[in-house]
């Protein structure tokens, strides 16, 4: 494996690495990832699902095992199943509904991976980002970068980002979220990341 200094001087700038992860967002039309979220208010884990323009479908495996949420960016609506042995019973929600956000206030319309990477954006435009580590996360070599927000400055009550991004596609396999404190408000294991593969449109809907 190459040191880090000499593989970032053949690559890119550091600055310059979140804007790549997002080029690279762009070109993603499908994926799936099992998410493994921990915070203050508990854990989550969820098999997510992602399609151009901005469908979701989220399984949900812990808490609420077997219940089902979905999403249509055109008729900017959610659907969800939540009891998985009766799926007869489905309601409609709007996205921004309370009783589908999650405990840190994110909404199925910016749940995927380009929404994150936005937040990052955004919080390294008023801040700074510091390349730490080259580190193995599963079976995937990443780095490992922390973005900060300068003076306290914080995007959706975030100060700082820890990142392990892919090595190949420089999208987050992890992500550690601090609050202007320093205190750690979520930590999110992404895997099983598969990009770009077949997922029928039916996959997006409740019947």
């Known amino acids: 494996m190459l040191p880090l200094f000499f593989w970032l001087a053949l690559n890119i700038s550091v600055k310059g690495i979140v804007s790549i992860a997002m080029d690279n967002f762009r070109n ?3 994926y799936a990832v099992t998410l493994d979220s921990r915070s203050d208010g ?15 479908r989220m399984n949900f495996v812990e808490p609420h095992a077997g219940a089902v949420l979905l999403y ?3 008729r900017k609506e959610a659907r969800l199943q939540p009891l998985g042995a009766l799926k007869s019973f489905v309601v409609t929600l709007s996205p921004d509904n ?16 380009g929404a994150l990477l936005k937040n990052v954006d955004k919080l390294q435009a008023h801040g700074s980002i510091e390349v730490l580590a ?14 900060l927000g300068a003076y306290g400055y914080s ?11 892919d090595k190949r596609s420089f999208l987050p396999v992890r992500v550690m979220a601090y609050d202007a404190k320093g205190g750690l408000t ?10 770009n593969l077949t997922l029928p449109d039916n996959l997006f809907k409740l019947e």
Request: hydrophobic residues 35%; proline residues 3%; aromatic residues 8%.
């Open 28 to 30: 993603v039309e499908t």
């Open 42 to 56: 508990g854990r989550e884990v969820i098999k997510y699902f992602y399609k151009t323009p901005g469908y979701v």
């Open 72 to 74: 249509d960016p055109v």
């Open 98 to 113: 309370r009783l589908i956000t999650s405990s840190k206030g994110h909404t199925i319309a910016e749940s995927d991976i």
């Open 134 to 147: 080259e580190e193995k996360s599963g079976e995937r070599d990443t780095v490992k970068v922390k973005i």
């Open 155 to 165: 995007m959706a009550g975030t100060n700082a980002y820890i990142l392990w991004l």
């Open 186 to 195: 979520e930590d999110v294991l992404m895997t099983d990341l598969e990009i």
